[in-house]
């Protein structure tokens, strides 16, 4: 081979490899910009602090009562350790944070620390379409 073909096969080379890197360097940048730096991700249920139900018996005020208190609360009172995740949402028009239990259990708090609603969901379901031939 000439030696000339050797060195624009390694030029080809390492512009490719820049290419590839600055590439995957956007699609990073990307990825942290869409997805917030404050997203609320709920704590492990083995490592939540304990938590009496309810503000009152915590000393708590409505602004002080998190989604990690809501966590805790969801967890001390089924006496699960299966929390899946805890977000917020909305039950009749009213913010909550919403627990849901790997398990399938639901229960609804309130932003004061009351608990509104426990319900169990069904399984997943899986469709799978039959073909038609």
Same mark, same amino acid.
């Given at each position: ?5 050797? !060195?624009? @096969?390694a030029i /080809? ?11 995957? @360097?956007? $699609? ?17 249920? #083995? ?6 139900? &309810? !503000?009152?018996?915590?000393? /708590?005020?409505? #602004? #002080? ?7 805790a609360?969801?967890?001390?009172? /089924? ?5 899946? =995740?805890? #977000?917020? =949402? +909305?039950?009749? &028009? ?19 620390? +009351?608990?509104? @609603?426990? @319900?169990?969901? &069904? &399984?997943l379901? !899986? $469709? +799978?379409? =039959?073909s038609?031939?």
């Amino acid at each position: 081979m000439r030696k000339s073909t050797l !060195i624009l @096969s390694a030029i /080809l080379t390492a512009a490719l490899l820049f290419a590839l890197y600055t590439l995957l @360097s956007a $699609y990073r940048k990307a990825i942290q910009a869409a997805v917030p730096s404050t997203a609320t991700v709920a704590a492990p249920a #083995e490592n939540l602090p304990e938590q009496s139900a &309810g !503000i009152a018996a915590n000393n /708590l005020t409505a #602004e #002080e009562f998190t989604i990690y208190d809501a966590a805790a609360l969801a967890v001390k009172v /089924l006496g699960r350790s299966d929390l899946y =995740t805890t #977000e917020n =949402t +909305q039950l009749n &028009g009213a913010d909550v944070y919403l627990a849901t239990f790997a398990s399938g259990d639901l229960m609804y708090i309130s932003r004061d620390g +009351q608990v509104l @609603s426990t @319900s169990k969901t &069904g &399984g997943l379901s !899986i $469709y +799978q379409p =039959t073909s038609h031939r």
